[in-house]
T-cell receptor, first 113, second 117 residues
């Protein structure tokens, strides 16, 4: 079945460490997105990519980095520069320039201790 | 500016009650799409419906129905005879397709619905 796989589901890291969240899709979607979700704040866009080897900053990109070397994969690195990284992270994909919505992964809950 | 407002932060109902979740949007664009997503406790957002700006027909899918009114810039979602499994956070979103705006979904903050037995 086609879909988006995010791994791991739960992630614990020590403060000051970089951590990479995985997002893989087999939907043949061109566009991929990373969102951060905090209680009461809805979904905030971190980065998005419309095509391979290209990506743009979203609304809260500071302290995060991404790469898009393959169409299927869009990993997100939470760097030590992110001041408050504990959150729920959602990856999504869509057809490019499409009137369709997004397909979401099941999310990764990152806790920094 | 584009914006989606879900004024109801939390709603609590008893099973079998009907419940309406409000969504008000703002956009100057003429071509846009509106969406509703459901986020159950598991965390994954599930697509419920998409409606384009040129189609104001209401839609019904089982116990779910949607009322789109351009005159009031609203796209409300009603669950009839609610069930415990409807407990989730529901998000309304806007996607515009005029030049310069066709890349991102604009999200509301969500409404948390609790359906109690």
């Amino acid at each position: 079945d086609g879909g988006i796989t995010q791994s791991p589901k739960y992630l614990f890291r020590k403060e000051g460490q970089n951590v990479t969240l995985s997002c893989e899709q087999n939907l043949n979607h061109d566009a991929m997105y990373w969102y951060r979700q905090d209680p009461g704040q809805g979904l905030r866009l971190i980065y998005y990519s419309q095509i391979v080897n290209d990506f743009q900053k979203g609304d809260i990109a500071e302290g995060y980095s991404v790469s898009r070397e393959k169409k299927e994969s869009f990993p997100l690195t939470v760097t030590s520069a992110q001041k408050n990284p504990t959150a729920f992270y959602l990856c999504a994909s869509s057809r490019r320039d499409s009137d369709y919505g997004y397909t979401f992964g099941s999310g990764t809950r990152l806790t920094v201790v | 500016a584009q914006k989606v407002t879900q004024a109801q932060t939390e709603i609590s109902v008893v099973e079998k009650e009907d419940v309406t979740l409000d969504c008000v949007y703002e956009t100057r664009d003429t071509t846009y799409y509106l969406f509703w997503y459901k986020q159950p406790p598991s965390g994954e957002l599930v697509f419920l419906i998409r409606r384009n700006s040129f189609d104001e027909q209401n839609e019904i899918s089982g116990r779910y129905s949607w009322n789109f009114q351009k005159s009031t810039s609203s796209f409300n979602f009603t669950i009839t005879a609610s069930q415990v499994v409807d407990s989730a956070v529901y998000f309304c979103a806007l996607k515009s397709f005029n030049a310069g705006n066709n890349r991102k979904l604009i999200w509301g903050l969500g409404t948390s619905l609790a359906v109690n037995p």
